[in-house]
């Protein structure tokens, strides 16, 4: 009989453990993570991927015997599953600064939409290069590449057995400074159109003073903008899908350094 309670236990804690990773993935990985998406749907699909990955999973070979050694399995599970999935949604966070920085540029800074994945006001061509990042996202079947990461993680890292060392720290600190950088990378060809735009526009108004031009450079600006965006449309989808060709790579990395002792 003890032995029966002993192992209905250890899979109870096995299941809420996968639970919890699998929760962290889900509620924030890009797509899974949508406010778009109910949250029945995602508790459902947290409670499908939990069943499927509980029986194959060993449990751990110590029980926590107190209170505060079950919530640092808690924690540790937490960390693994926010970790996956907040990889993807900073690559997603660097396709919105580029879009505030080209609709800045383009003086679309007060025509603000409301983003529910983010919850906030964000600018209309933030939303665009989102809804663009998304769709490239869902072509390179990155919803697959976060499940096969979640598998691969239970591979490396079984259950309670997670640790944080300073290399993850240092990766996750890279990885969110990279976001000024890719941002950069994505608007830096519309931004400069538009910087060249704006240097006509000027040395049009002093050789020209009677052009009123504060009337005519805004719908200038704001026409040049969207045809050079129209223009830069397929090199910025071709970096997008760069961008993304790394995040399989990526989470790898973030596993195997969550896995070290």
């Known amino acids: 009989m003890a032995n029966l309670l002993s192992y209905d236990a250890s899979q109870l804690l096995v299941f809420l453990l996968v639970l919890i990773r699998v929760g962290g993935v889900t509620m924030t ?37 107190q209170i505060h050694h079950f919530l640092m399995l808690v924690f540790s599970e937490l960390l693994i599953g926010v970790t996956l999935g907040l990889i993807g949604k900073l690559l997603f966070a660097a396709v919105e600064f580029a879009g505030a920085m080209t609709g800045f540029q383009m003086g679309l800074s007060i025509a603000n939409v409301f983003d529910p994945a983010s919850m906030q006001q964000i600018s209309l061509l933030s939303r665009l290069e989102t809804l663009i990042a998304s769709l490239v996202f869902l072509s390179l079947d990155g919803p697959a590449l976060v499940v096969q990461a979640m598998v691969r ?33 994505l608007g830096a060809p519309l931004i400069i159109a538009l910087l060249i735009t704006n240097l006509i ?43 993304f060709g790394l995040y399989d790579d990526q989470m790898l990395d973030a596993i195997q350094l969550l896995s070290l002792p």
């Not at 309670?160 to 400074?177: E, F, K, N, R, V």
């Open 153 to 185: 993680s239970y591979q490396l890292i079984p259950v309670g057995q997670a640790s944080m060392g300073d290399d993850l720290a240092s990766m996750m600190i890279q990885l969110s400074s990279g976001i000024f950088s890719i941002g950069f990378q």
């Open 29 to 65: 990985a890009p797509i899974f993570g949508s406010s778009n998406i109910p949250a029945q749907i995602k508790i459902v699909v947290i409670l499908v991927f939990s069943l499927i990955l509980n029986p194959f999973l060993p449990a751990p070979t110590v029980l926590p015997e």
């Open 201 to 243: 526009l000027g040395l049009l108004s002093r050789s020209v003073p009677q052009i009123q031009i504060f009337v005519v450079g805004f719908p200038l600006t704001l026409m040049m903008g969207f045809i050079f965006l129209l223009l830069g449309m397929p090199f910025m989808i071709q970096a997008i899908r760069m961008m």
